[in-house]
């Protein structure tokens, strides 16, 4: 089986959810890198989400703004 790992979380600013692709990480199991691709093995994708609360973005740049 595969396995995903996804952070979300929100930001501590604006409160909105979030997904940090950035850290996504996708670990083929051994079927699925004999074949080439992620996910298509005979027992799927197994998802682990892991909390991580982090300014987002948009509050990140307004933050970085005003101590310049």
């Given at each position: 089986m595969c396995r995903k790992v996804v952070f979300s979380g929100?930001?501590?600013r604006c409160f909105d959810r979030f997904?940090?692709?950035e850290?996504?990480?996708e670990?083929?199991?051994l079927e699925a890198k004999n074949n080439?691709?992620?996910g298509m093995c005979?027992?799927?994708t197994a998802i682990d989400e892991k909390p991580h609360d982090?300014?987002?973005e948009a509050c990140l740049a307004e933050l970085e703004a005003d101590e310049g």
């Open positions: 929100k930001c501590p997904i940090w692709h850290l996504t990480q670990l083929s199991c080439g691709v992620f005979s027992e799927g982090q300014e987002c």
